[in-house]
């Protein structure tokens, strides 16, 4: 009955790591540092400063309740996965996709300030208010739409290909449908749980 309850316990703490290992395996902080740098490339200066944490948030990471939490964790979790990674962002694909992005958002800006069309929280953009566009340029801003949700598909695809794991390709998605959004200009438009937002 002991070696039971031994293997019982044995058992739910392995699974406790496995699960810890599994939610690690994506590397999210990594995919928001890369998701960034491409987005604040394709708009220049229009994407948003990131804002600094708040004090009280600081001070709490400091307390020493959380680093106990913190120092288990890292006993938990073997270093080598732990450790900082890196996407690659610089294939050949991904910057020739980047530079068409980067390019055709001059076309675009004026559309987004006019609420002519949002970002969509599946990473993508579409068009919002076709009201707000003059009848004779639906069709242009249609395939300018078209284009771009061609063109962030494939750099998403392209990003997991390159690190290695296709898999990874919805994470990479939902990351920088995140993170479009933060660093949207003020008056922009975007999705949030179904509903049309402005920043």
């Not at 076309?107 to 919002?128: E, F, H, M, N």
């Amino acid at each position: 009955m002991t070696f039971l309850k031994w293997l019982t316990g044995s058992t739910a703490g392995l699974m406790l790591v496995s699960c810890v290992t599994i939610n690690i395996y994506f590397p999210a902080a990594a995919a928001e540092k890369a998701a960034d740098r491409i987005i604040e490339d394709v708009w220049g200066t229009e994407a948003a400063p990131e804002p600094s944490a708040p004090e009280d948030q600081q001070s709490l990471l400091n307390q020493p309740k959380y680093n106990v939490v913190l120092t288990v964790l890292n006993w938990i979790i073997d270093p080598v996965e732990a450790a900082e990674v890196n996407l690659n962002i610089n294939s050949p694909a991904i910057n020739k996709i980047q530079a068409n992005m980067k390019k055709r958002h001059t076309s675009l800006k004026p559309y987004y300030k006019s609420g002519a069309i949002g970002l969509t929280d599946q990473g993508l953009i579409t068009v919002r208010d076709a009201k707000a566009i003059a009848l004779k340029d639906r069709n242009k801003v249609k395939g300018l739409v078209a284009d771009e949700n061609k063109d962030r598909n494939a750099l998403y695809a392209e990003i997991a290909r390159a690190n290695g794991h296709p898999e990874w390709k919805a994470d990479i998605q939902s990351t920088f449908a995140r993170r479009w959004v933060k660093k949207a200009s003020t008056g922009w438009w975007y999705q949030s749980e179904g509903s049309w937002k402005t920043k």
